[in-house]
Every structure is written in structure tokens, then in C-alpha cells.
């Protein structure tokens, strides 16, 4: 296995039969340009994409495409990550994703990229009060506050992600550059119809949107949630 800093990550097709082989190879090459060319020279760190067949070894890291949900519980969400033994695994339900615009590559980007971040969905920073809003901690989700945003590699559509600076509240809004197609002005800002996942001591573990517009698609909160150890809500 590679090393944490460039570590491999399986796409398999599970799909049965829903999305061809040819399809799911051509978005994993266009992310993979995505996160060589893209993320990893603002993050630091990479993956190699592969592309399996069969049995994939059990410490890998691991994106698994099905036709849909077979668990209740996961049918409203297009797609998400979680660590069940340590290592990351993420599901993309196809056919609930390509509704909206015929294609899961925004989505296949979204899970790689936060999946290179926070593979463990562990990772918090901190934001202090300030006049009129509360102190906060926002989960280390790369995607989540620019996920309606979208750019083209090779014909394929990859989705947008924040700068390390977004996580960062001591940089002065219009500073610099917080997320890649540089629609952000500020730290912790989110765009409309885009959401990010926080927890505040007064209202506990909530989602908190750019707009008014609630149409969830990417993460099950209650993956990190559940893992949450920060105390019951004052």
C-alpha cells in the first residue's frame, strides 16, 4: 500500500449492469487529472485512482458505485463516506444521482477529494464568535459549501472544493483565493443552495445552508455524528 500522503483508492462498478465499465473509467481518469493537477498542489496531498475488478485488499481505501440504495436509511442521499474498520469507504447510488443532470462524476469528484482530506471523518477547525454569531466547529468537508459549483476536465464535470484559507477565520474577507473557481470571499462562507455541517453548543450537530434551498445530496451526517464526543447541547 502507498503511503498516507498518496494513498490508493479502488472505484469498483456495482452497479449491475446499470453503468458500463467504459463510463466509470473515463470520469475516474478525468478525476484523477482533477486531483494531480487541481487539489493536490493547494492540499498537499494526493491518490493514485485504480479502476478494480473483483476483490480489492481489505485495508484499502474504497469507492463503490450501486445502482441504488438497499438500505432505507440511505435512500435519500447520493453519496458518502465513513471509516467501518478503519479505512474509508464511500457508496454512490447512480440512478438517484443521474437524475438530476444524467451523470455521477460531480458526485465520484466530491467523494475522492474529501475522502484524500479526511479519510477517517474526524477532522474539525474551529470558528470563533463573533458580533452576532455563535462560536463553531465545521467538519473538514472539502466540497460541501461550493457542491452546486462545477468546472469540466475532459468533457467530464468535477466538482468545486474549498482552499485550506476556508477552514482559517483569521484571513480578512477578499484576501485571497478560498476555494479553486474562486466564487468564495470569506472563510466559512457558503454559496447558495450549498451547505456545510457544524456543531454549536446551544443547538448541537446541525447542517447550516446557503440558502433556502434544502435539497440534500452528497453526505449522511450521521456518519460523523455518531462519532461526535463534544457533550450534550447546553
Known amino acids: 500500500m502507498r503511503t498516507r500522503a498518496n494513498p490508493l483508492i479502488y472505484i ?10 467504459a463510463e466509470i473509467i473515463q470520469l475516474t481518469a478525468a478525476v484523477q487529472r482533477q486531483v494531480t493537477e487541481d487539489f493536490q498542489p493547494v492540499w498537499g496531498v494526493g491518490a493514485h485512482l485504480v479502476f478494480a475488478k473483483g476483490n480489492v485488499p481489505p485495508d484499502a481505501y474504497q469507492i463503490n458505485i450501486y445502482k441504488e440504495a438497499k438500505d432505507e436509511e440511505d435512500k435519500d442521499f447520493l453519496g458518502y463516506h465513513f471509516s467501518p474498520e478503519g479505512y474509508p ?8 444521482d443521474m437524475k438530476k443532470d444524467k451523470t455521477i462524476s460531480d458526485t465520484l469528484s466530491h467523494e475522492v477529494l474529501e475522502m484524500i482530506v479526511d479519510p477517517a471523518c474526524n477532522l474539525y477547525a474551529y470558528r470563533p464568535s463573533g458580533v452576532g454569531r455563535p462560536e463553531r466547529i465545521y467538519f473538514y468537508e472539502v466540497c460541501d459549501a461550493v457542491q452546486c459549483q ?3 476536465i475532459d468533457g467530464v464535470k468535477v466538482c468545486d472544493f474549498v482552499y485550506p484559507e476556508w477552514f482559517e477565520s483569521n484571513w480578512p474577507a477578499g484576501s485571497r483565493k478560498f476555494d479553486h473557481l ?4 470569506r472563510p466559512f462562507q457558503i454559496l447558495p443552495d450549498c451547505y456545510a455541517d457544524i456543531y454549536e453548543a446551544k443547538r448541537g450537530s446541525i447542517t447550516v445552508w446557503g440558502s433556502e434551498v434544502k435539497e440534500r445530496g452528497r453526505h449522511r451526517f450521521d456518519t460523523r455524528k455518531d462519532k461526535m464526543n463534544f457533550g450534550n447541547p447546553a
Not at 12 to 21: A, H, R, T, V, Y
Open 12 to 21: 469498483q462498478n456495482k452497479s449491475d449492469g446499470f453503468l458500463e465499465d
Open 89 to 96: 469507504v464511500a457508496s454512490i447510488f447512480a440512478e438517484k
Open 150 to 152: 462545477h468546472y469540466d
Open 182 to 185: 474562486g466564487l468564495l470571499k
